[in-house]
């Protein structure tokens, strides 16, 4: 099981390092706050489980091309700040897909905890900001000083978010990546229709025709999910090490990707395999202590807000597992 799983992990490595230009990071522990705050119906769980990773479909097309940036600019925000449009669209089919994305959203569900305002460990930034900023020094001597403070923060907030995931299936779920690569593999095939029909008039100021939006949204999509799939995957991996070598495998292109779309020119010294292991061990580190915590109270913040802004759907609280 576990050489035929990792052929599988291999295999899609290599088809995604060519073929799909998305640049994805963490979702397991948005994953583990839907699962305690969503359906307890299995099917319609992971339905929800893809929507609430989905909201970062558009977050990285700049890597692909820099004349997307006010693309992803507006998409982004409209994502990430304005989802109950979405949720409004859906039909009853995919209630359980809006659901999960709207949960996510930086205005006041997860994301604001981790983003704007954590609940537990004090301080006025989120969660993941001040994990952060805590965590950039290290990466910064590591990387001999070659990256800059803006773009130091947002190499370490999002390997903040990747030590959080591995914490998560380590302590709190080890299914999590069975879980998040059948989410996407299974997610609604009327959902990338519903992200266009709702996000796509957003594009016409910038000259998109209706086709033209449709088609660069559900394509950012399907990139995305694919990419969900095989990140699953990765943490599915039952041996340590082995998950370790393609999670390295999976984030240095990006990484890559990332500086050279910045300007950054790493020096011959830094070896980024090696950053990124030590990189992730220290994030981990720096919230072994504290991260349960924030994830419990942030499902308790989204239920309560999701509720307030009346995103609930027949069968939420009623279906059995």
Known sequence: MKRTLAAAVLGLLAL???AVPAYPWGWAAHTHVIDQAGTKNSAANLQEVYGGM??????YLILADPNLAPV???????????PLPLWENAPPALKPLAYGFVSHNEAWGEDWTAHIQNL???GR??????KAEELAGALSAALQGA???DALLVVSHELIEYGVDLLVRKELN???GLEIAKAAMLRHSDFP???AATFGPKLAPLGFSPEQAAALITGAEEAFRQNMVLYGMILALPDDAMLMDYLVQFLKPQAQAYFDANGIILPPGVDLDQVIRFAIAASMQLCADDYRKELGRTKSHTVSQMAVNGVLYRGLFTAKK
């Open 147 to 149: 990256v800059g403070a």
């Open 16 to 18: 995604l390092s060519y």
């Open 193 to 195: 229709a519903l992200l």
């Open 174 to 176: 080890p299914g999590i």
């Open 125 to 130: 930034e989120g969660y993941v900001i001040i």
């Open 120 to 122: 537990t460990i004090g």
């Open 72 to 82: 992803q600019n507006i998409l982004f925000h409209e994502a990430h700040y304005q």
């Open 54 to 59: 989905a909201v970062d479909s558009f977050n």
